[in-house]
C-alpha cells in the first residue's frame, strides 16, 4: 500500500514546511497535491498539501514487478529511476522476447497495469515508462529515421503521405520530429486503434 501524506495550515508555504519537516525530505523527493477546505463558521480556509514519496512509488512498482515475475514464472531484473517527473523502467530478463511480446504488446500490457495500479494506490497522475533491453529507444529511433525520410520526399514532391495506424506514442513521435520542418505539418485522424498521421506541405 502507498501512504498519502495530509497537511493542513494556514498557508501553502506553512503546508510545504510542515511536511518536509515531518518527512524528512526535500520537495523533489515528493509528488504533491495542493487544494483548499472550504470555510465554515467562525473558521477560515486552510491550505491542503497531499504528499507522496518518490520512493515509496519505486519500491511499490519494484515489488509489483516481483509478483509480476513470479506470475510469468521468469526471471526479471528492474532498474527503476525517476527524472523530471517521470518514472521510467528498464526490463531485462534472459526471456526479452517473452516480456516485450508480438510489435513490443506484452511490454505496453505491462506498463498499462503497472500504471492502472499506481493510479488505484495513489490517484496522483504519476507518468510511467516502462521499456525492456531498449526495445522502445530503438523502436523510436528507427521510427524517427523512416519519419525524416518521408519527410524529405514530402519537401521534395508537395504530396501530403497517409501513414499507418500508430498508437499514441508513435504519433507523438511523429508530430515531434516533423514540428523540426518549418515547411510541413502534421494532422491525426480516426479513432484508435485505427487513428492514423499525415504529413503534408503547409500551404503558402
Known amino acids: 500500500m502507498l501512504t498519502i501524506n495530509r497537511y493542513e495550515e494556514k498557508t501553502k508555504e506553512d503546508a510545504l514546511q510542515k511536511c518536509l519537516s515531518d518527512l524528512n525530505v526535500r520537495e523533489d523527493d515528493l509528488y504533491i497535491r495542493y487544494t483548499e477546505t472550504e470555510a465554515k463558521l467562525f473558521k477560515s480556509k486552510k491550505q491542503v498539501i497531499e504528499a507522496l514519496k518518490k520512493q515509496d512509488v519505486i519500491d511499490y512498482i519494484r515489488d509489483y514487478l516481483k509478483n509480476i515475475s513470479q506470475g510469468m514464472n521468469i526471471d526479471i531484473h528492474s532498474e527503476i529511476k525517476e527524472q523530471d517527473g517521470v518514472i521510467n523502467i528498464l526490463l531485462a530478463s ?11 504488446r506484452t511490454l505496453n500490457a505491462l506498463q498499462v497495469l503497472i500504471r492502472q495500479s499506481v493510479n488505484i494506490q495513489t490517484d496522483f497522475p504519476i507518468k510511467i515508462v516502462l521499456d525492456a533491453s531498449n526495445y522502445k529507444a530503438k523502436k523510436q529511433k528507427n521510427l524517427e529515421y523512416e519519419i525524416k525520410k518521408i519527410a524529405k520526399d514530402v519537401l521534395k514532391s508537395k504530396i501530403e503521405v497517409k501513414l499507418d495506424p500508430m498508437n499514441s506514442y508513435d504519433r507523438r513521435v511523429v508530430h515531434t520530429v516533423i514540428a523540426e520542418y518549418a515547411e510541413l505539418e502534421t494532422e491525426s485522424y480516426g479513432s484508435a486503434p485505427h487513428r492514423y498521421v499525415v504529413i503534408r506541405y503547409k500551404k503558402d
Open 94 to 104: 534472459d526471456h526479452n522476447a517473452i516480456l516485450i511480446g508480438k510489435d513490443g
